[in-house]
């Protein structure tokens, strides 16, 4: 008998005694586990952002609000936009590609891109932060003719363009240097360098479009991220040049 009460007692002080701080375990939803990893960690008491967690110093002060601005893509069937923004972009791009038929035989060119197997019918959309707290958006146009009508809706906002151009062949970029000119937008002419083409200066190929002086030209690969970064900071640059204010 005392041998069973004793093991009763010895099971009733094991519930009644609660476990130390170092072996308490919380419980955790899985919604609250997943809003935890979603927000990022508050900055701590020195202000820094915690440089495990990738947050950018926008993120973690509250009181402070990202510069958006937007950027539109342009340029010919095939050049290379979605190319581009898939490149560039730290989000899942959104991509509207098609697989193309016979019956844009007629209508699309595919000498100088021959295994083309898709195109755009709507739009490219992508983001990337730059310089910490300056967020841009990156939308590319279909380069089909059938599909401009969509551009002034695309454009509407933007800061400026940057328009692709392939020296096989450039008169695919005139409707979109008209189109911005005619606008008054901002722009750059980013010469997509495909392997085994000819590489010009970039005089040559200001001088075979006729723009001026003042738009900048670049030589880049729109495959490479850090080319298409080079060329999204020389478009800022020339749109905060253009339009200080």
């Excluded at 089909?144 to 933007?158: C, I, P, S």
Aim: net charge negative.
């Amino acid at each position: 008998m005392d041998s069973a009460v004793s093991e009763a007692t010895a099971v009733d002080t094991a519930v009644d005694t609660p476990a130390s701080p170092a072996e308490t375990v919380p419980a955790v939803s899985p919604a609250e586990a997943v809003l935890t990893a979603a927000i990022p960690a508050q900055p701590g008491p020195a202000g820094e952002p915690d440089p495990e967690d990738g947050a950018q110093d926008w993120q973690l002060d509250h009181s402070r609000a990202p510069i958006a601005t937007k950027i539109v893509v342009a340029g010919g069937f095939g050049v290379g936009k979605t190319t581009f923004v898939r490149a560039v972009s730290e989000i899942t791009p959104l991509q509207t590609e098609a697989l193309m038929t016979r019956a844009s035989e007629e209508t699309d060119d595919l000498t100088a891109t021959p295994d083309k197997l898709t195109t755009t019918v709507a739009m490219d959309f992508g983001r990337i932060t730059l310089d910490n707290d300056l967020v841009l958006y990156v939308f590319g146009t279909p380069g089909q003719q059938r599909f401009w009508f969509m551009w002034d809706d695309l454009v509407r906002g933007a800061i400026g363009a940057i328009v692709l151009a392939d020296t096989r062949r450039l008169t695919d970029c005139f409707p979109a240097l008209d189109y911005f000119e005619s606008c008054g937008l901002p722009y750059v002419v980013a010469v997509n360098h495909f392997e085994g083409t000819e590489r010009f200066e970039p005089e040559d190929v200001r001088e075979a479009l006729t723009i001026t002086a003042e738009v900048p030209v670049v030589i880049m690969d729109a495959r490479k991220r850090y080319s298409v970064v080079e060329t999204l900071l020389a478009m800022v640059e020339h749109a905060l040049s253009a339009t200080p204010e």
